[in-house]
């Protein structure tokens, strides 16, 4: 029997369902309808367009069309879903002509991802690209944003946010001789990880020209007579005009499509799924941004992230062919290179293990990213975090220079945290070491002999360093 | 009550049995004697001071004395233990001015590593640094090598062996200015990985300006008329003289002293341990090159490592002192820099899979370091063996230029393997993603997907490429 499968959405989680379910099944019939004309294409990407590292945007597409096409699958650009209609199983459409349509479907995928969080910003609703303020989530943002700058004369440029998108488009706009500030309300930027790590990363965009006001909540935007946009920012940290606004507060699940047909929504307002990606909406599958994330040591959050929607829509794609695959969990694993520096953490912050109801406690170090003899070392710091009664690891931070080998140390860690193990256990990993590239205990694991010493004593020591190259960092 | 411990050998494995003996027992007595001056020295930097990376030899110290002092090791160079008096609980040991003593002990960790293995050349033994041969393996063959290359003026060597030891000279020697070719026997560079990655390696030394001849055992060095070193080869491939000749043939466990006091040997001629460094002879216990390995796939077999060398010890200094620590095992990680490209493996080649009773396939991929659009992509040539039966990961090899993480992907394989995941199972983890270092799923997930589509084909499918990144690699 030939099943047909429809996806709703041509991002990262609707793309991996639709191939991976080409895959096991080459006789599905499956059409992935595309809300704009940009099918597979990485959001991730965008900044270093905006920058100019990639000249093309066209480049940002994971597959092109011609590749969707090869694999089987149909896809339907242009096309907005409306509605799902569960019990007859199709769903209405409206094609690039404005026209609609009933798609019929044995199994439905949906995967809408999520859209930009609009902060409580008096006159920004009032306010869009013509007059210089900007979101940015997809292409056709994209396109708006690279138009404006090179139609205005942008000579200085707000964003606001400072996490990962607020940070990466700072680079960008710096890249591109702007002179950029960057306004966020919290006290410190990429709150992803800890307050001294943040720092680090603040410390970089300044030394490469980026104003950074933390504390700064941007409260209101308005047009200047010379078409300017005047900010203004609670507590007063900010009363000036810029060419362009960018706003970059991170993102809400994009539901309503899946509420509307009768789905639960749980953590962040996201659409509640199990591990088989099942919405509980019989044939009705989501997968991405617009679900709850299932986290391996928190349970049920909302974490969207690309890595975690091409896992889930894989899910989703395999089961909706008869599979029996499961969404293994996240970690909560992530990255961002910002100038020289990469910022990686995975697993979880220490409020955010109180609150999973474990007693965490942090050891920082700064370890060599190699054997000091050897030149070009560089200190990474590391925090990690941990549980005080067992042992167990919970969670690690990164912060280093690019080129040293950051991402992928956060990677071991993320892979012990995967299996459960405790900070202790690192040390029995078979890691690699030539003295360019590392030391006979890496940086990882000697981060977290670190950690030992200061929380689990042996009980007749006093604590003496394994190595010189880890030395215990005086937090500030 | 106060514990003597006494440890013999002052590199990897005694250096950290007696560090962690003092750490868990501040009131051990940890006494070390080093049979040469230099305790604590990292071996494997000594390329890089020939090279002239490390302009000071005295930097290729782990740490100094005074640092071993302040961690309250009593350290006794230029001490060798000539006989261990079992029943009698004392080691005989000669000094620096000749005179000998007994030394007692309540624990003794033997740490006597290895030496190197003197490969059948006719000629070899009775030639010697004066003449311009050399061994390498101790800081005083690098003093007389460096030496060498001071004294005499230098204009072309040959090293003999391909291994870590002779790449990484080859690559020293040609820093220094100096017309270098490296012969071996094998058809390939490298056995530590299999040929198709060999030649890779061997191409980029080729690059550099070394002379590579494969199939070419030396078997012959004569001193000339004009005191340069002639040599033959097997076959006749090599009938010339050099001003100097670096012979790095591998090691042999250096068990002597053991073996006298009654230990038994086993793969490799090592001395046979338990998971706790237990000889067998009481209250002596063993680590490092000396011993036997046990390794996670293959059970127990000998596979020197300073890695290794560094957790055996630890293990063995913990119980001394009334520990109960184990050594998890080896899963055999290595990884070495050849001038701008970077070899790792982790777990087993094919041929060693199938001699520890499983059946082992294997796919070659080619995969970018991260998203192709994104400046400066350099593909990785990923090598996966898993088990055509159940799918358990065996293996990982990766080739590399410098500078895209290879190292440390290397090591999330490593991670991998010490859990026994199958290749399958690698998509589950949750790495991380940004698009200057990595790809959604990222190069390490690819190949292993890349295995997956070869070996386990779904039930109905025709394989479809997942991500067009990933590409099947024609292998020579």
Request: charged share 20%; aromatic share 4%; hydrophobic share 45%.
């Amino acid at each position: 029997m030939t099943r047909r499968l429809l996806v709703i959405g041509g991002s990262d989680a609707g793309i991996s369902a639709a191939l991976r379910a080409r895959e096991l099944d080459p006789s599905a019939q499956v059409t992935v309808v595309v809300a704009d004309a940009y099918a597979n294409f990485s959001i991730c990407g965008i900044p270093y367009h905006v920058s100019g590292d990639v000249p093309r945007w066209q480049s940002l597409a994971h597959r092109t069309a011609a590749d969707l096409e090869a694999a089987g699958l149909t896809v339907r650009p242009s096309t907005r879903a409306t509605a799902i209609d569960v019990p007859g199983r199709c769903v209405a459409v409206t094609g690039p002509d404005g026209g609609t349509e009933l798609l019929p479907y044995d199994e439905l995928v949906v995967g809408t991802g999520a859209r930009p969080a609009l902060p409580a910003i008096t006159g920004l609703a009032d306010l869009g690209p013509a007059d210089g303020v900007h979101l940015l989530h997809t292409i056709d943002d994209t396109h708006a944003l690279v138009a404006g700058l090179q139609e205005r004369r942008v000579r200085s440029a707000l964003v606001v946010g400072a996490g990962y998108i607020g940070v990466e488009m700072a680079e960008a706009l710096v890249a591109r001789g702007i002179a950029t500030t960057v306004a966020q309300r919290p006290a410190e930027v990429l709150t992803t990880v800890d307050p001294g790590l943040g720092a680090l990363v603040r410390a970089e965009m300044a030394a490469h020209g980026v104003e950074v006001l933390t504390g700064t909540g941007v409260t209101g935007l308005t047009r200047t007579a010379d078409g300017r946009i005047a900010a203004t920012a609670g507590g007063g940290g900010l009363d000036r005009s810029f060419d362009l606004v960018l706003v970059a507060s991170g993102v809400r699940p994009d539901v309503d499509l899946l509420v509307d047909a009768g789905a639960r929504t749980g953590a962040g307002g996201a659409v509640v799924v199990d591990e088989t990606m099942a919405t509980g909406l019989p044939h009705v599958r989501a997968a991405g941004d617009c679900v709850v994330t299932h986290h391996r040591l928190l349970g049920t959050t909302y974490l969207p992230l690309g890595t975690t929607a091409h896992k889930q829509g894989r899910v989703a794609g395999a089961n909706a062919v008869g599979g029996d695959a499961r969404f293994a969990g996240s970690v909560g694993t992530q990255v961002v290179k910002v100038f020289g520096l990469v910022a990686a953490r995975t697993g979880l912050l220490a409020h955010e293990a109180v609150a999973a109801g474990f007693r965490p406690v942090t050891t920082e170090t700064l370890v060599d990213d190699h054997k000091a003899y050897y030149p070009g070392a560089r200190p990474i710091t590391i925090r990690i975090t941990a549980d005080a009664g067992t042992g167990r690891l919970l969670g690690a931070q990164l912060v280093g220079r690019l080129g040293s080998e950051v991402a992928k140390r956060a990677d071991v860690y993320a892979t012990a945290l995967f299996h459960g193990m405790t900070v202790e256990g690192m040390a029995d990993l078979d890691l690699t070491y030539t003295p360019p590239l590392g030391s006979p205990w890496d940086a990882v694991q000697m981060a977290a002999q670190a950690w030992t010493r200061e929380h689990r004593p042996a009980p007749t020591t006093r604590s003496t360093p394994a190595d010189p190259a880890a030395r215990p960092r005086r937090t500030p």
